[in-house]
């Protein structure tokens, strides 16, 4: 059994995490970039902007910005104000899980709105 409090399982343990957030990291990365033609379409006029776009588009880059605040909190090698690091990466994070629920409930209304009371009743 490894002795969780020695200075050597730390130091494996950080950058095990480290490695694991820059990993994650490139994947949301290459997931945003690969579908920034999305919201060209919006820019350039292809597609119409309708209101519900701005919770998507708000918790992408509110998302966007978590990731990069925790970023630079792991990588930073000079001295930083740790408090409004942390605070703006708890900011960022709820606002992100609050742009998605926000989403996810959309969905749920949109999806629901069709289903008739009486088959809504008969599901029950």
Same mark, same amino acid.
């Given at each position: $059994? ?8 730390? =130091? ?8 694991? #957030?820059? =990993? $994650? ?6 997931? @945003?970039?690969?579908?920034?033609? @999305? ?13 519900? $776009?701005?919770? !998507? @588009?708000?918790?992408?880059?509110? *998302?966007?910005?978590? #990731? /990069?605040?925790?970023?630079? =909190?792991? +990588? %930073? /090698? %000079? ?6 690091? !942390?605070?703006?990466? *708890? ?5 992100? &899980?609050?742009? *998605?629920? #926000? ?5 749920? !209304?949109?999806?629901? +709105?069709? #289903?008739?009371?009486? &088959?809504?009743? /008969?599901? @029950?």
């Amino acid at each position: $059994m490894p002795d969780w409090d020695s200075p050597q399982e730390e =130091a494996i343990n950080r950058l095990s995490f480290v490695k694991l #957030i820059h =990993a $994650m990291a490139g994947v949301y990365l290459w997931e @945003f970039v690969t579908s920034l033609h @999305f919201e060209w379409s919006f820019i350039s006029g292809k597609k119409k902007f309708t209101w519900p $776009m701005i919770f !998507y @588009f708000s918790g992408r880059y509110c *998302a966007l910005c978590c #990731i /990069v605040t925790v970023l630079v =909190a792991l +990588d %930073s /090698v %000079s001295e930083v104000n740790c408090q409004a690091l !942390y605070t703006a990466v *708890a900011v960022f994070t709820q606002l992100t &899980i609050g742009f *998605a629920s #926000i989403n996810l409930a959309l969905r749920a !209304y949109v999806s629901f +709105d069709s #289903i008739s009371p009486v &088959i809504g009743c /008969v599901a @029950f």
